[in-house]
């Protein structure tokens, strides 16, 4: 039966999103969305995003499959797309901010006046137990440990936004072989559930560039939520300012750590590509 989608990007992070209001599980498989997710056989995308209704007094469930067929938590350019969605769902009924239930806990999307989405990311995670990591104690943080990764030693600190980050500090990310060492991160042995990999860049405290290698997705042109990760690790290791631009190769994202609340803030697009039908 054909499955009808829209696709959105944020920052060329693209994904195949789907009305999922009518049942509270994926009309699709992780099976199909690899399918869909193919960029030479089927649509194309990083991920495929279902709107499900909401719970526990949200207004709309998030759920995601990557390309890989694997579900992460949580996505945060996926989620600044999912609001557009839901926006354009809704059409003159629509609200200018959502709860948003997700695997990674309740997330808060407002659409901005200048077309932007501003998303409340939540409190980041430090101890290694959170991360999951089992390169400190428990319940101690992992702050510049150094590790041994494709015969190379990088200086790493890890935070977890709902889903795990590891983020390292180096002279030059356009000189990082991503398809060579994230492959090598996302599956070191000190991450029992994989984890997101985050090359930073240090231009200025409020400015930096990253590269991403992504669990479950591999090379991406951004990450949400590596960004928000990228510059807690930032400020813990005396890099960065707390609110700070964070530019990947499709765009840049405003990211704010609040010293008052702890929360962390990320600000950035998201658009509609097009519409249509996929059948399997």
């Known amino acids: 039966m054909p499955i009808e989608f829209t696709k959105y990007q944020g920052l060329g992070n693209d994904f195949i999103l789907i009305d999922n209001r009518h049942s509270s599980e994926p009309v699709v498989t992780p099976e199909q969305a690899v399918q869909m997710c193919d960029r030479h056989f089927g649509i194309g995308a990083d991920g495929v995003i279902f709107a499900l209704p909401g719970q526990d007094g949200t207004d709309y469930t998030m759920r995601i499959f990557n390309s890989d067929g694997s579900e992460p938590e949580m996505c945060g350019n996926g989620i600044r797309c999912l609001a557009k969605f839901i926006a354009d769902l809704e059409g003159s009924e629509a609200k200018t901010s959502y709860r948003i239930h997700t695997l990674a806990g309740v997330m808060s ?39 041994e990764v494709a015969g190379q030693s990088w200086a790493v600190t890890c935070v977890s936004m709902g889903n795990p980050h590891c983020i390292t500090f180096v002279d030059d990310v356009s000189a990082v072989a991503l ?5 090598q991160f996302e599956h070191y042995q000190a991450f029992p559930q994989r984890t997101n990999t985050e090359f930073i860049q240090v231009i200025r405290s ?27 690790a930032g400020v813990l290791v005396g890099k960065c300012d707390r609110t700070t631009a964070v530019e990947l190769p499709g765009g840049v994202l405003s990211i704010e750590w609040s010293e008052l609340s702890q929360r962390i803030y990320m600000t950035g697009p998201a658009q509609r590509v097009f519409t249509g039908s996929f059948e399997f």
């Open 179 to 183: 398809e060579t060492v994230g492959p």
């Open 109 to 147: 999307p407002e659409l901005l006046p200048d077309g932007q989405v501003k998303v409340d990311m939540g409190l980041p995670r430090l101890l290694a137990s959170e991360i999951p990591t089992t390169l400190a104690a428990p319940d101690a943080k992992v702050i510049n440990v150094p590790i």
């Open 206 to 232: 409020d400015y930096v560039k990253m590269r991403v290698w992504e669990r479950g997705a591999g090379v991406t042109l951004a990450c949400g939520t590596g960004a928000c990760a990228s510059v807690v």
